[in-house]
């Protein structure tokens, strides 16, 4: 079946219009971050964001490849514990510390993806469950370098390129914020690519990739390593910016935080995921003082987010203003 693209002028508009708005919507965005810090407390700003960008990478796996991976809390943590790490013991800077943490995540995703990526569906989602379990177990047990039990607390936060210190809560911020825009940046560049248009066949529909000419298993894996890095950009700047990284990093249930984030906000979009983690968040950090069972009240939320938001709070936006145009 062939698709037709419409070239008249009113199309032409009505792509300038929506472009303009996007333009819009960003600054606006943009401009609320830069102003955060103000209003509300740095600290869950920046783990917001953290987060944020954790589900964003998720999502380049499941929303535009069509792979669920409950092994993305290995990357996470990994990297955490890597960027803390060369931190505190080998004097890294920040930015050189989160980038060897990116690299660890990107490297630990090539070996999970080689093993896990020609298996779909439910063999795929255990075997990287499985492969996140032993790094959780081998954390857990090499103390020498993640502290065990007790983690890697007070890491440096250190100077950008030697130069700006980043021991205040404000720059330390618009540091996250800075990291969090590049690789949200990123992201979207990925995904309005020739290879996000391969990725998105291949979720459509993998045989046709295939019969096309697609190496689909590479595409998966370099999409996995990417997904990994980026996680893993996210999980070394949350070491940074609250000092510590701790086996909660590691765990299964963080792959599970990850995954309800990005069917809050919407599996598939680019801004979905990062909306959910901040709901998330939020709700987790307004729950630890009232004195309710967190994870209930979250998984109540989240059963009728799910029932009511099928395609995620950000996706049903798009849905109703794509009804509103016809």
Known sequence: MSVKYSTTPSGTVTGRLAGKASLIIGTILIAGLLVA??????AFLMKALCFALFACAFNLMLGFVGLLSFGHAAFFGAAAYATGFAAKEWGFTPELAILFGGLVGGAFGLLFGWIAIRRQGIYFA???LALSQMVFFFALQATAVTGGEDGLQGVPRGAVFGL?????????YYFVVAVF?????LIWRIVNSPFGAVLKSIRENEPRAISLGYRVDRFKLIAFGLSAALTGVAGGTKTIALQLASLTDIQWQMSGEVILMTLLGGVGTLVGPAVGAGLVISLQNFLATSGLPVTTVVGVIFVVCVLAFRR??????NAFLGRRRH
């Open 37 to 42: 810090p103000y209003v509300f407390y740095p």
């Open 126 to 128: 255990m075997i990287t």
């Open 164 to 172: 700006i210190s980043l021991e205040g809560s404000l720059p330390m």
């Open 181 to 185: 825009l590049l690789c949200f940046f």
């Open 312 to 317: 995620g709070i950000v996706g049903e936006f």
